[in-house]
């Protein structure tokens, strides 16, 4: 059961408002260029430290994922291996963010456990070397550790600071979970994209090379991304399953919010150049 505490840590999730595949490395990985966004939809962590070393996650995620492979608890791990921290800590997680959807949920989360607990242990590591344990954890997660909106290139890890317009979004939520792993995978994946200089990128046409080939392998994704391209100009964010459109007011999304058929679902979001995680540490 989750006993909230009074105050907690928020984990936004982010949007990819337009994802380029580059190429592909000798590890696997693949060359991107992207631009990620906050929105102001999140997940939420508390912390109690104790004195002793262990670690305990209570979470309303069910048995989704097996403690040893929490993102959460595998941060909060990396941070005491590598800081050399012999305190422990409680963790509460209030999971909202839909799972594998593209908008980096469990990135977000190991991000907002390694902030939360460098403060609390006095671990006093600095943003660049959390940013640098983070990557170990996963592509997603530095970008979250720094909170600011970014360009992105390399694997998602090497960040300029960018300030795209904070659009009012409408996300929708096909009902089939995307692995992020199984799309770069894909022989069908266009890998080719050529590099281009962030000026033009900035104000190019914004696209996402996944969705295609996301589409064709999910009909779902296909179909509900038809449907709101009748109301906004409208994307998939990261490997999907996750389709966004875009609108200048809240109460524009809102009504197309409305109209949604019954068999899916959504919400609405404003996008943030500044995450909500960043506005929290801002505060201590
Ligand atoms: C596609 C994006 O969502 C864009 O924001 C991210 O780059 C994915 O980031 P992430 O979920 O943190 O990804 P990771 O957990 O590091 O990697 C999941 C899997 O995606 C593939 N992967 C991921 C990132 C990348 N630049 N190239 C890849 O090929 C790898 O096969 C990896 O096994
Ligand atoms: N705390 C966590 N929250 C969500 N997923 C987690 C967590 N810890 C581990 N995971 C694993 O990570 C996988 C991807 O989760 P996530 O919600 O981050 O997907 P995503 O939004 O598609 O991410 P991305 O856009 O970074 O690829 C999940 O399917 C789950 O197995």
């Not at 839909?98 to 907002?112: E, N």
């Amino acid at each position: 059961m989750i006993n909230k505490l009074s105050q907690g840590w928020p984990a936004p999730a982010k949007l990819n408002l337009f994802l380029h595949v580059n190429g592909r490395r000798a590890d696997g990985y693949h060359e991107l260029q992207t631009l990620f966004q906050f929105i102001d939809y999140c997940d939420y962590l508390d912390f109690k430290v104790t004195d002793t070393s262990p670690l305990k996650l209570h979470s309303n995620m069910g048995n989704a994922v097996a403690d040893s492979d929490n993102l959460i608890l595998r941060a909060a791990k990396l941070l005491k291996q590598i800081s050399g921290c012999d305190k422990g800590a409680e963790i509460w997680l209030d999971k909202r963010l839909p799972m594998g959807g593209g908008i980096g949920g469990g990135s977000s989360d190991a991000a907002t456990t390694l902030v939360a607990l460098n403060h609390l242990w006095g671990t006093q590591l600095s943003k660049q070397k959390l940013m640098e344990i983070g990557l170990q954890l996963g592509a997603d997660v530095p970008v979250f550790i720094n909170g600011l909106a970014a360009f992105a290139e390399g694997v998602g890890e090497e960040l300029q600071p960018a300030s795209p317009k904070e659009y009012w979004y409408l996300v929708l939520i096909p009902n089939v979970h995307v692995s992020t792993a199984e799309i770069f995978q894909d022989p069908e994946l266009p890998r080719d994209t050529p590099k281009l200089d962030i000026a033009s990128l900035m104000n190019g046409s914004w696209q996402n090379d996944c969705q295609s080939l996301v589409a064709k392998r999910h009909p779902q994704v296909a179909k509900t991304l038809l449907w709101l391209l009748e109301y906004a100009p409208s994307r998939m964010t990261g490997t999907g399953a996750c389709v966004f459109g875009e609108f200048e007011q809240q109460q524009q999304a809102l009504d197309v919010l409305a109209k949604l058929p019954s068999d899916m679902t959504g919400f609405v979001a404003k996008g943030a150049n500044t995450s909500s995680l960043e506005l929290r540490l801002a505060q201590l």
